[in-house]
C-alpha cells in the first residue's frame, strides 16, 4: 500500500480530526480535567435495610447517531451497590437518555418513573441513586427458561427444548398468551371438566406444531425461492421436509399439553443457578440494529477493527465500528437470495460466509472489498420446499475460531439439508460430498448434521446431529469415526477445541457441556450447566481466560465456564429474549461479541452486543 | 493562554503540556488518516457496493398475507389449521362495522371459540390497520375465487 505522502495532503479536504483535536483542547482548557471521569455514578439500595445491593443491572438508554458508539450500555452494581459508568459517555450523550436497573428478585422503587430520564444540566457529572426492593414475584425480569424449571427432567423435555427453542425462546411471551388463550377458551366453552380440557389442550397444541412446520419457512432470506406461498399444504406440513417429524410432533404436542404452565401470572422459586461472573469494570454496550435485518451471528477478523455481522434475512453483510457505532452494509452480489447464516474470520483477513440458500459458500476480503463465491449446489430439482437444497450449513474453524484448512487445503462443511459433510478447496474449485452418520427413521433435515470444526493436525473434521450425535470426520478415509451417541434429544449443537485438543460439547437439548479429549478418544466429564434449560447454542474457547463461554438461548445470560475449577459463573443480559447463537472473543480486547438472534426477523431484540468482561 | 494567580500556575503548566502533546498527537494523526484515506479501502471515503434496497412497497391482499404469515393457517379454499378464507368470507358477508372491528382486533389479539376448541395466535407484528385492510380484501375477494 502506497503510505508515503506529502504535507499538501494534510492541508486538502478539511481536517475533522483537526477539528476535533482543537475542540478537546479548549474543553480541557475550560473544564480543568485531564479526562471527564465517571460522568454517571450512583447507588443502588435496598429499601429495607438501607444496604447497598450488589450484581444490579444498571442500564443507560441514550439516542442513537452521532458517533457515541453504542446506544445501551450496561454497567453492574459494586459490593456496596456503586456503580459507574465508564469514561467514555459523554455527559452530552446523556441529554434525554433514560436509566433503568434489573435484577431478579428486586423491584425498582426509585426514581419511581422506570426508565427515568435523564433531564438535561450542565452538570458534568451526574449522580443517580436508586432505590429497590425485594419481591418473591419473579416474572418480571425471569428469563423464559425460569417457566421450565419445576417441568421434571425426562427425555421428552430435553426434546421438546431442543426443538423448540432451536428458532426461538421457549415460552415466549406469545407462547405464555397462547397458554392464556387456551385455558381461558376452555372456560369459555364450559368445557372445564379434566377431559375436555385436556382434549382443548392436547388439539391446541396439535395446531401450534403444525403451525410451526408452516413458521419454519419465516427462517429463509428476502426474495428467497423456498416459499410457502409457492407449495400446497400437504407439502409444507410434510414430514420428510420439516426439522421435526410426525413422531417428534406428537411428543411435542403431547408434552406442551402436560407439562406447559396454565397460568403465568406468578414465578417463586428461581435464580441463576450460579455466582454471579460481574463486577464494577464490566460493561455490555448493545448498538441497535434495524428491526428488519437478523444478523444471526458476528465475527472479528485479523487486522481488521470492526465487527462482522451475517444479515440473513437482507442477503448481506454488516460492518459495524464499535468506536462510533457507524453501520455499513455490503450486499452479496447475487441475483438470487442467499442468506448468510455463518460467519468466520481467518488469519489473513477475510471473511467466510456460508449461506442458507442457494448453495453458497462466500469470501468476502473488506480490505480490497472483494467477493467470491462458490456453488456446493448437486441434484437440486427447484422444489420450493425445506430440504430441497444441500444447505451449507457451518464450516471447520480451529481453536481460535478461525478458518481451518486440512493439509490438502479443503474446508469442511456440513450440508444440513442433505446430511452430508463437504469438502471445498477454494484455489481449486473441487468440492466432494461424504455421508454422515445415517439415523433409521429420519430424513436428513430431521437429522439436522449441524456444527463442525477442525482438529488440530487437519485429520479430524468433528462434527455434530441435533438428534444426539457427534463424530470425527477423518479427512483422509472419508469415514466417520469415534462416533459419541447421546440421547435423542440431548442436541449438540456448535462445539469448540481447546489448545489441548479437548472438545467442548455444548448439548442443547439437556443443559448440560461435555468434555471430550479427542486424542485419547475418550469422554472426560459431563458438567450440568446452572439451569438445564439455559439451551447453550454453542461454546466458545477463550485461549487468553482459558474459560469456555457458553452463548446460551434461552436464559437471558452468558455462562462462563473454568475448567480448572469446574464452575461456572453467570453475566446475566440486560433484556428479555436474550437469544445467542454463538459467542466470538475478539483476540485483541478479550472483549465478548455477539448478537441476538430470535427467529422470526422482528420477534426479539435487534442488536450487537459488545461486553467488556472486566477481569 | 489564560494567565491565572500564581498559586495556579502550575496547573495551568500542566495543562499546557497537556495540550501540546495532544496538539503534536493530533497532527501526527491526521497525517496518518491521510494516509488511509487514499490507500486503504477501509479508510474514509471507501465506496461500498451499491446500496441494492429491499423492496419497501407494502405489500397488500393476498401478498400481504403471505408476509404476515397468515398463510401458515389459513388457505383461500382449504381448511390448513383455521378455517378457510372462503368461510370467513361467507360467514361474515354482511358483516356490520362493529363486527368488522371486532374480526380486525381478532387478527392482532387473537381469540377462539367461533371455529371450534383452537385459539387463534395473536400477531402484535400486524398494525391494526394492516389487520383492517386484510379483513377487507378478505371478504372482497375471498368469495369470488
Redesign the interface.
Known sequence: ???I?GWS??L??G?K??K???T??AL??VT?A?AQANSLSGRVIRLADGQGVPGVSVILNRRAGDGIGADIITVFTGEDGEYHFPDDVSPSSLSGASLSVRALGYQQLSPTASPFILSQNDEKKLSVNFTVKIVNDLSENAPASAWLAKIPESNEKDFVRLQCIGCHQFPTP?VM??SK??E???V??G?TDEESSA??RK??WE??V??MR??MY?IFP??TNID??KLA?HQIQDNETTLFNAEDGKLIAEFAATHMPRSYDALTGYDYGAELGVSTKTVIREYTLPD?SFVREVAMTTG?P?VWGADLQ?NRLLRLDPQTGKQ????V?SDMPTGPHTIVGDYTGNLWIAMMEGDVLAKYT????DWKLWSLREDFDGAAAVGSEAMVHDLTFDKNYKLAQDKNGNIWLTLIGHNKMASLNPDTGDVNRYDAVQIEGRSPISISLYGTLLSDDGTCAWYAQLVGVVACFNTETHESESVIEFSEGSGPRRMAIDGDGILWIPLFGSGKLVKYDTNARKLLNTYDLPDLSAAPYSVTWDPKRNIIWCANSNVDAIYGFDPKSETFSVLPLPRGMGYLRRIEVDENTGDLVTTYANI?T??GPSKVVIIEVGD | MVRKLTGEKQMWQQRFSTCKAIILVALGLLYAEASLAQTSPEGVGQKRLADRPTAEEKPVGAQFLVKAGCVACHGMDEVRIGPSYRSIAEQYTDADADTLEWLAQKIVFGGVGKWGVVPMVANPHVQIEEARESISWILKNAKEQ
Do not use: C, H
Request: aromatic share 12%.
Open positions: 500500500m502506497e503510505k505522502l495532503s494534510l486538502k479536504g481536517s480530526l483537526l476535533n483535536a482543537v478537546v483542547v480541557l482548557l480543568g485531564a406469545k398468551q397462547y388463550q387456551i381461558a377458551g376452555a369459555a366453552m368445557m382434549m382443548v388439539e391446541s395446531a401450534i403444525k403451525y408452516a413458521r419465516d428476502d426474495g410457502i406461498s399444504w428488519t481488521s470492526y437482507k455499513d452494509w455490503f450486499y452480489p473488506p480490505e480490497k472489498n422470526p422482528g420477534s
